[in-house]
Structure formats: C-alpha cells, structure tokens
C-alpha cells in the first residue's frame, strides 16, 4: 500500500517505515534463534495486535518452533487500559516445560503482559518471556520489562502493522500516529 493511499489521511505523521520494521524483525528473529539454540521454544501471538508481527517474526527464526495464538481484551474501544483483563482465548496446548516466548504488539501500562505473565507461569513453563514490537515505558504503571522490544517510542497513540484504533487501521502496513480529532481529541 502506498502512502499517498486515502487510509494515510487518518494519520498525523508516520512513525516506523515498513523498511524500518522489516529490519528490526530479521534482527530481532536471529537474536531469538541465537539464544533459544538447543531449547523446546513456543512462540504464543496476542491475538489480534501481534498477528501480522508475529507472523513476520517466526519466519526469520531458524528454529524448530511451535506456536500457539491467545486473545485477551484489556481496552474496549478507548486509548487507555480499564485494568480489566479477560482471556478471549485461551492456547489450546500444555506449556508445561516448555521456553515460552509471548509475542506481543506493545506495552503499554503494562497491565495486559503482567497478567498474563501470571497466568501463564501457573502452568510451569521451562522460561517465559516477552518479545514486544513496540514500547512505551513513559507510559508503564507496573514493573514489567520485555526481554527483547524492537522499538522505543514515545506516548502517542499509534496504528498500522497490526495496532489498532476501535478494531481499524491494522492493514496499515507502517506504524503511524493517528490525528487526535479521528477519535475525539482536538
Ligand atoms: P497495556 O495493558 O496498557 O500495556 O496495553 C497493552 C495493549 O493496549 C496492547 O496490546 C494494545 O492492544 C493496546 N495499546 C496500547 N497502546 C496502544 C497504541 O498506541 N495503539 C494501539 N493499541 C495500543
Ligand atoms: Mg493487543
């Protein structure tokens, strides 16, 4: 998609270029291949935000992975968390012994990865740890930091490769700042 195309009018100014993203993802798939050599590794995407990350990152890891795919809502359709975390879906397999790494779009406050962190070291995986595309730690309110993140960025609501604005924008295929005045602001 070209970004003269109409969707690009929603957005205020692009933050990550596709070209910047496809970069950060080859380096981030050869570091997990480093340091998971030898190790029974399951990836598990947060369904729908990590969707088109996680597929894009899988493929640029050079080993034996297993994947599994959970939905969790914390946000309704605002832009800040409510703290309330549900499990849409949960995996469909044990992760017990298992090197889990959880693939997610971004933290944010950080609510959303920490529950789920609890939740899933219930059931006794070998590791359990959190490759995030995007992080905004100014924005954290719980102690929470992702093993491996692709980018910083500043706090600002953002869309595209998969991040969403009220279940739209997720086909953009660069991250950009949405205009203030497409959800209310000024
Ligand atoms: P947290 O629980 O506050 O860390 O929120 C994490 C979730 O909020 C992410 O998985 C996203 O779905 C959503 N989120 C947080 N910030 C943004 C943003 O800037 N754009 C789109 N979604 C966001
Ligand atoms: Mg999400």
């Not at 050599?37 to 899988?58: E, H, P, W």
């Not at 012994?97 to 939740?119: A, H, P, R």
Request: with cysteine.
């Amino acid at each position: 998609m070209d970004t003269s195309a109409r969707i690009y009018q929603d957005l205020d100014r692009i933050l990550v270029t596709r070209e910047q993203i496809a970069q950060a993802v080859k380096t981030l798939g050869q570091k997990i291949t480093e340091d998971y050599q030898g190790r029974d590794l399951m990836m598990v995407c947060i369904l729908k935000g990590a969707s088109i990350f996680f597929t894009d990152l899988i493929r640029e890891v050079d080993l034996p992975v297993s994947v599994g795919f959970m939905a969790v809502s914390s946000y309704g359709s605002g832009t800040s968390s409510t703290g309330v975390v549900r499990i849409m879906k949960d995996l469909d397999q044990n992760i017990e012994g298992k090197d889990v790494l959880i693939v997610e779009d971004i933290v944010d406050s950080g609510k959303t990865l920490n529950f789920l962190l609890q939740v899933l070291a219930q059931r006794h995986p070998a590791s359990l740890s959190i490759a995030t595309l995007l992080d905004k730690p100014a924005r954290r309110v719980v102690d929470l930091t992702a093993k491996y993140f692709c980018f910083n960025i500043p706090d600002a609501f953002v869309v595209g490769y998969g991040l969403d604005y009220d279940e739209k924008y997720r086909n953009l295929p660069d991250i950009g700042v949405l205009k203030p005045a497409v959800y209310g602001g000024k």
